[in-house]
Structures are given as structure tokens and as C-alpha cells.
């Protein structure tokens, strides 16, 4: 096998790191590279910090083990490889009447990459994480031999392996429960928001199968937290969707495109687009659930500089209070950009290091720059203060005593990965830098 | 009706990214390559994304006693046979001046082999009145080059097998499409120095889908490859021999 120098880099295009990357095409051969020289497996590099990151290292890229092994129409139990991306799942089995059961926020994803951050999707309130929809997972080790492990058959390795950012060995394939697809059209439900309270309020009580709101990180005072609620629901229609061509950034973007001013005027068009009386459109599953897919490399748009992405949750008790906090640092440094999310999130999770609990999480895009890093450290204080989480598919930014504070099943963790990985053959960046591995 | 198609050299990242073309398509498919266990997991990914059907059969272009498995396994289907050719192989030019024997097995992976195969098809083909021969060649054989000539020389003379058998089964409805990709990204070109504009094998896959449809006779893909090789193939020989592009 062959080795190739290449940049590594998260989507936010902050942390990057020169590694050697090897690509197998076949089981076999990434079983051959694993007993030579044992490597963290990377996906899609869709994670935004250092997860996919092993500088000065290995890696094996995953992306061409992306067949479907096999497909039960009667269970909708998917067997697939790991490089298999949810788009692909999505074009290839919404026609035949399934659809992964979690989708995370954008299509590129592989399905390695989601078990291995147990992503979640605009339904976690009712479906959970991915990783909850996941049967079995093939593993292979550092020696190269694959082992299949389900909840039953190795509840730990299993638990550690569910969001385990790849330390217990190669995920090369994996059975997912599918759920049924109705439709390959959604019917959106948006309404707005006027401030934080209204929009929590509105979030609790949204009963809807997909939920999740677009928060203003501009507005201050009495519109601080407004937004737009967005409710969704699979109807029966059997209308083939419209599909645009998907657009390309073509170079990075100056700094004025995303400045203060221009972000605000945005922010406002964008919340004053929804009538006061709410509106219902009907949108192509693709649309809804990966909206940012459309515009290939849209990193790009943040510049050179890259950005950091900011995801927390909170528990239902400090959320409020800790929302409105970190609403104001953020509009008070108007340093902001246009994508911002606030969700509501259930007690859902796989594995010992997954993110979510019940509450609400919030996540906003900042261009990288000292001051949105300081404001980023601000940020992941409160969150760990008020008990909630930071996201390791998301984060480039928090410390090692954070990520202590805020995963309290992180030393139950590290017990099981180091019986699988006892050389330390699969950590990458982020995991050096929050010292996930490190016994406290 | 659904056509079929075979498809030689199933396990190479082209090979594979056009069996799924097909496999969106409808047809039924014949995979021949060399790994069976790895076949057979294509041939359920492409099962899974609507073929008609998928055989897996093992291929050796090297073992002509392999070639008569493939036949009866298209012949099994009704209608038009179609056939896709991605095997070859490149042998770095020094291994090739260090040993001879190395650039017979080019010749032969790369030429003579794929050109005893088709040349047990073709009588088939023209039985059923019809169907399309996609080789893959090479701009490689366009010119020799002092970086890899053996392997251009077996590809040019693949070229001028397809040009003739095109003459031949134009006859009986059937068409042969010469494809020259210039540089895609498969696991022969990962970590190579030196390439530039690579074409992903989706991209390549999509542009055979749409020559077979349009019967094209030479497809340069990705086309630009058409303008690149028409200034080196112009470039007069007392300078070419001088160069090393």
C-alpha cells in the first residue's frame, strides 16, 4: 500500500495537522495496512475540530469502503461499510421506502463517522442518537483481525465504541436498523420566535417528529434569543422532489463577508422572511435535512482563518439562565455568523462518551479569530459550569479538565480502550489534546 | 428490457463506481475480477442499488480458461450484451527496463489479454444484433514517452484492436466506444508525484454512461484530456525526443 502526504484538517479548517493517509478499496487490504502499521480510521473529515486530525502521523481513509452488503426490506436491517455516506443511504433507500433513522446535519457524512461520534438529528427528542439505531458493528483491531460486536455480545467494548472517536479500532462495516419513508417530501412547519423564552417554550412544546430552531446570534435586549422555530413531518405525497444543482465555493471568501454588519442585515432578512402568522412549505428530504449540502466547501465562506463551531448542551435546569448568558456574550461581541441552531435535545445516548442529554443545545459558527476564541473559552466555561456538555465532533477549543468535568464516564471509557488499543495505535489529535486517554 | 452488462476488472475503483452506474440503470450484471469474496460484495452493493441482477465470476485475464465462464454467464440473459473493459496494468517503467518479462506482463494484462476476451465475445455480440464494447485505454497511447512506453505501446495497439473491432460490429448494430482517461484518482495513482486535474472514478463512470448512450467513438474523459494530448501529440519529433513530459 502505498502512502500519500496530505494536509489534514476538521471542516472548521483551524486545527490541521501533515499526516501519511492510506485509502484501501477492499476489507482485505485495510486489514494488511492495519498489522504493518496501525492508524486511526478517518471518514469524511466532516468533524469540525482535530477528531479526523493525527499530525505528524497515520491515517487510513476510509471512504472508498462504501459498499451496501446487504439489505433486509422486511427488518430495514442495513449492512453496510463504514464509508458508506448517509446521502448515499439516504438516494439509495428513500426510493424503496427506508431512510437511516438519524441523519445527522449534513449528508457527507460516512457511516463510520456517525457511530463513532453517535451523532445525533433534528428528532433526537424521539429517536435518540444514531448509535441507538445501530445493530452490530465489525471491528478490526490493531492486529488486523475483525471481530463483530453487538450490545449483547460485548456490552462495554460496544458502549465504548458507540461515539468512541475510533480509539477502540477500525469500524470496516456496520448493521443499522432503518426506519420506514413514507415520502421523499417533507412538510415544514416555521414559525417565529420573538425571544428566548417564547422560543424554549415553543421547543418544549413542539410535539412534531423533526424539530429544530434557526437563533439569531445578533439580537440583543428584547429580541435576544429570537429565531425561527422549524416542525417537520413526512407526508404520503408520492411527488418526486425538485433537486437543484448543488453549488461549489470556489475560493475563500474575503473577511467582509461575514462582518458584523453584514451578518446582522442577514440575521434580519433572514428572521423577517417567515410571516408573523408562520407559513408551511414542502421541501425534498435532502433540503431539509442536510440544507447546507447545496453549497459544496462551504468552509470556504469563513476564509483562510477557518472558524470554530460552538455546540453545548444544557440540562433543563440551568438552560435558561445559562442560554441567556452565553446570547449575550455572543451579541455583545457580534462576532456571529448566520448559522446558529438551538434544539431540543432528549436523554438519548449510546456510549459512555456520547453528547447529548435532556435539555437544549445550542451551536453557532464563529470565524477564527483571537477574540471568537476567547469568546469560545467563555463559552465552553459556562457550559461546564451549568452542567451541560461540549460536542468533541464539533469542538477545537475546550481543555482536558473540561472534557473531564463535562463526561463523567470518561475513566469507565478509557478502562475498555486501553484493553483494545493497548499501544495507543488509534488516537489522533483531538484525543492528545483533550487527553482523553490519560488517566486522571 | 434490461440490457446486460459485463464488466471486466469489477474490483478496480472504475471498474466498481461504473458496475454501480449500470446497477442504477437496471441491468444485469456480469463482475469478473480476481477476488471473489471482494466480487461478491459488490455485486450486493449493486444488487442493493437496483440491478436487475449481479453474477460474480472469477477473472484472471492472465488464464484464458476464465474467459468461457463469463461468456455463459452473459449468454444467460436474454437481450443485448454489453461490455465494460477495466483491466490493465503498469508497471513502472524501470522494473519494466530491468526485467523483460515485466513488460510482457504488461502487454498482456493491458492489451493481449483484454483482446482475446472481446475476441471471444464478438461473435456473440453480433448474435444478438447489437450492444456496446467500452475499452479503456489510455492517453497514454497516444504517444510514447520515455516515462512509460510499454505500457502506452500496449495500450495503442489496444486502441487500434478497438478502432477495428468497432469497423466489425458496426456491421451487425453492435458499437465500440475507444475511452482515454487522463488521470483518476484509484488506488494505481494514490500517493504518485506529479498528478494533477484527477478525475474522481464516479466522474469517469458517468461520462462512459453518456458516451454508450450517445455512442461515441473516442471519449477523452475528463475532455480536456482532448486538447492536452492534441499539443503533445502535435509537438514535432526531433523536439518531443528531447523531452521528458
Given at each position: 500500500m502505498?502512502w500519500?502526504?496530505a ?5 472548521g479548517?483551524?486545527?490541521?495537522g501533515?499526516?501519511?493517509?492510506a485509502?484501501?478499496e477492499?476489507?482485505a487490504?485495510?486489514s494488511?495496512?492495519?498489522?504493518k ?5 478517518i471518514?469524511?473529515?466532516r ?6 486530525v ?5 491515517a487510513?481513509d476510509m ?5 451496501f ?12 461499510e463504514a464509508?458508506c ?10 426510493p ?5 433513522a ?8 460516512t457511516l463510520?463517522g ?7 438529528g433534528?428528532n ?5 442518537t444514531?448509535g441507538q439505531?445501530v ?13 463483530t460486536?453487538t450490545?449483547?455480545?460485548d456490552?462495554a467494548?460496544f ?6 472517536l ?8 456496520a ?10 417530501l ?6 417565529r420566535?420573538?425571544n428566548l423564552v417564547?422560543?424554549?417554550e415553543?421547543?418544549?412544546?413542539s410535539?412534531?417528529?423533526y424539530?429544530?430552531?434557526?437563533i439569531?446570534g445578533?439580537a440583543?435586549g428584547?429580541s435576544?434569543?429570537?429565531g425561527?422555530l422549524?416542525?417537520?413531518?413526512l407526508t ?12 461549489k465555493?470556489p475560493?475563500?471568501a474575503?473577511?467582509f463577508?461575514?462582518?458584523?454588519p453584514?451578518v446582522?442585515l442577514?440575521?434580519?432578512m433572514y428572521f423577517?422572511r417567515i ?5 408551511g412549505v414542502?421541501?425534498s428530504?435532502?433540503d431539509?435535512?442536510f440544507p447546507?449540502d ?8 469563513y476564509?483562510k ?5 460552538f455546540?453545548?448542551v444544557?440540562?433543563d435546569?440551568?438552560a435558561?439562565?445559562t442560554?441567556?448568558?452565553m446570547?449575550r456574550?455572543i451579541?455583545d461581541a457580534?462576532?456571529a455568523s ?7 435535545t432528549?436523554a ?8 447529548p ?6 451551536a453557532?459558527d464563529?470565524?477564527?479569530?483571537e ?6 473559552a467563555q463559552?465552553n466555561a459556562?457550559?461546564?459550569e451549568a452542567g ?11 481543555t ?5 468535568q463535562?463526561y463523567?464516564e ?8 486501553e484493553?483494545a ?10 484525543i492528545?489534546r483533550?487527553?482523553?486517554r490519560?488517566p486522571? | 428490457?434490461?440490457q ?11 471498474g466498481r463506481?461504473f458496475a ?5 440503470q ?8 480476481r477476488d471473489?469474496?471482494?466480487?461478491d460484495?459488490t ?8 440491478a436487475?441482477s449481479?453474477?460474480a ?5 492472465r488464464k484464458?480458461?476464465?474467459f468461457?465462464p463469463?461468456?455463459?454467464a452473459?449468454?444467460a440473459?436474454d437481450?443485448i450484451i ?9 508497471a ?8 523483460p518479462n ?5 502487454i498482456?494484462?493491458?492489451?493481449t489479454g ?5 475476441h471471444g ?5 453480433e448474435?444478438?444484433?447489437g450492444?456496446t464494447?467500452l475499452?479503456?485505454?489510455?492517453v497514454a ?9 510499454i ?8 486502441h487500434t484492436?478497438l478502432?477495428?473491432?468497432?469497423n466489425r460490429?458496426?456491421r451487425?448494430?453492435g458499437h465500440v ?6 488521470f483518476v484518482?484509484t488506488?494505481m495513482?494514490w500517493?504518485i508525484e506529479?498528478?494533477?486535474?484527477v478525475?474522481?472514478p464516479e466522474?469517469?463512470?458517468q461520462?462512459l ?8 467513438n473516442t471519449?477523452y474523459t475528463p ?5 492536452i494530448m492534441?499539443?503533445?501529440k502535435?509537438?514535432?519529433e526531433?523536439?518531443?525526443?528531447k523531452l521528458?513530459?
Amino acid at each position: 500500500m502505498r502512502w500519500k502526504t496530505a494536509e489534514l484538517t476538521g471542516w472548521g479548517r483551524v486545527l490541521t495537522g501533515k499526516a501519511e493517509l492510506a485509502r484501501p478499496e477492499k476489507p482485505a487490504a485495510l486489514s494488511q495496512i492495519l498489522k504493518k502499521s496501525p492508524a486511526p480510521a478517518i471518514g469524511a473529515q466532516r468533524s469540525y475540530g482535530d477528531a479526523a486530525v493525527n499530525g505528524n502521523g497515520r491515517a487510513i481513509d476510509m471512504t472508498r469502503l462504501d459498499r451496501f452488503i446487504s439489505f433486509d426490506p422486511e427488518t430495514g436491517i442495513l449492512h453496510a461499510e463504514a464509508g458508506c455516506s448517509i446521502t448515499d443511504m439516504l438516494d439509495t433507500f428513500a426510493p424503496q421506502g427506508w431512510m437511516p433513522a438519524v441523519m445527522p446535519g449534513t449528508g457527507f457524512a460516512t457511516l463510520g463517522g456517525c457511530i463513532a461520534h453517535d451523532v445525533h438529528g433534528k428528532n433526537h427528542h424521539k429517536a435518540g442518537t444514531f448509535g441507538q439505531h445501530v445493530v452490530a458493528v465489525d471491528l478490526m483491531g490493531a492486529d488486523g483481525s475483525t471481530k463483530t460486536i453487538t450490545p449483547e455480545s460485548d456490552p462495554a467494548l460496544f458502549k465504548a465504541t458507540i461515539g468512541g472517536l475510533g480509539q477502540t479500532g477500525a469500524i470496516v462495516s456496520a448493521k443499522i436498523k432503518m426506519i420506514p419513508c413514507s415520502s421523499r417530501l417533507i412538510q415544514v412547519d416555521e414559525r417565529r420566535a420573538a425571544n428566548l423564552v417564547e422560543f424554549m417554550e415553543m421547543l418544549k412544546a413542539s410535539n412534531a417528529t423533526y424539530c429544530v430552531g434557526w437563533i439569531d446570534g445578533t439580537a440583543n435586549g428584547q429580541s435576544l434569543g429570537r429565531g425561527i422555530l422549524e416542525e417537520a413531518e413526512l407526508t404520503s405525497s408520492n411527488m418526486a422532489p425538485k433537486r437543484r444543482k448543488p453549488r461549489k465555493v470556489p475560493f475563500n471568501a474575503p473577511k467582509f463577508a461575514l462582518s458584523p454588519p453584514t451578518v446582522r442585515l442577514f440575521n434580519r432578512m433572514y428572521f423577517n422572511r417567515i410571516p408573523k402568522q408562520g407559513r408551511g412549505v414542502l421541501r425534498s428530504l435532502k433540503d431539509f435535512f442536510f440544507p447546507l449540502d447545496k453549497i459544496h466547501d462551504w468552509n470556504k465562506l469563513y476564509g483562510k482563518r477557518g472558524f470554530h463551531q460552538f455546540q453545548c448542551v444544557l440540562p433543563d435546569e440551568t438552560a435558561e439562565r445559562t442560554l441567556r448568558d452565553m446570547l449575550r456574550l455572543i451579541a455583545d461581541a457580534g462576532l456571529a455568523s448566520p448559522l446558529a441552531v438551538l434544539k431540543r435535545t432528549g436523554a438519548g445516548r449510546a456510549g459512555l462518551l456520547s453528547f447529548p442529554m435532556e435539555g437544549f443545545t445550542l451551536a453557532l459558527d464563529f470565524p477564527n479569530s483571537e477574540k471568537s476564541r476567547a469568546l469560545v473559552a467563555q463559552l465552553n466555561a459556562l457550559a461546564a459550569e451549568a452542567g451541560g456538555r461540549i460536542y468533541f465532533a464539533k469542538d477545537s477549543l475546550a481543555t482536558a479538565a473540561q472534557a473531564r468535568q463535562m463526561y463523567p464516564e470518561l475513566a469507565e471509557w478509557q478502562k475498555t480502550v486501553e484493553a483494545a488499543d493497548p499501544e495507543g495505535a488509534f488516537k489522533t489529535d483531538l484525543i492528545r489534546r483533550l487527553k482523553l486517554r490519560t488517566p486522571a | 428490457m434490461s440490457q446486460t452488462w459485463i464488466i471486466l476488472g469489477a474490483g478496480s475503483a472504475m471498474g466498481r463506481a461504473f458496475a454501480r452506474k449500470a446497477a442504477t440503470q437496471g441491468a444485469h450484471l456480469v463482475l469478473a475480477a480476481r477476488d471473489q469474496d471482494d466480487l461478491d460484495r459488490t455485486a450486493a452493493d449493486c444488487l442493493a442499488r437496483g440491478a436487475a441482477s449481479a453474477a460474480a465470476v472469477l477473472f484472471d485475464v492472465r488464464k484464458p480458461e476464465s474467459f468461457a465462464p463469463i461468456y455463459d454467464a452473459a449468454k444467460a440473459n436474454d437481450g443485448i450484451i454489453n461490455t465494460a473493459v477495466f483491466v490493465g496494468s503498469m508497471a513502472p517503467q524501470d522494473d519494466v527496463d530491468a526485467d523483460p518479462n515485466v513488460g510482457d506482463l504488461t502487454i498482456q494484462d493491458s492489451f493481449t489479454g483484454p483482446v482475446n476476451f472481446l475476441h471471444g465475445l464478438a461473435p456473440i455480440m453480433e448474435a444478438r444484433k447489437g450492444g456496446t464494447v467500452l475499452g479503456i485505454g489510455s492517453v497514454a497511447g497516444d504517444r510514447g514517452r520515455i516515462g512509460n512506453y510499454i505500457y502506452g505501446a500496449a495500450k495503442a495497439g489496444f486502441h487500434t484492436y478497438l478502432s477495428g473491432l468497432r469497423n466489425r460490429l458496426n456491421r451487425s448494430g453492435g458499437h465500440v466506444v475507444t475511452v482515454k482517461p487522463g488521470f483518476v484518482d484509484t488506488a494505481m495513482t494514490w500517493g504518485i508525484e506529479g498528478m494533477f486535474l484527477v478525475a474522481s472514478p464516479e466522474q469517469i463512470a458517468q461520462d462512459l454512461w453518456t458516451a454508450h448512450e450517445k455512442r461515441k467513438n473516442t471519449l477523452y474523459t475528463p475532455f480536456f484530456w482532448r486538447y492536452i494530448m492534441a499539443i503533445i501529440k502535435s509537438i514535432p519529433e526531433p523536439i518531443f525526443k528531447k523531452l521528458s513530459v
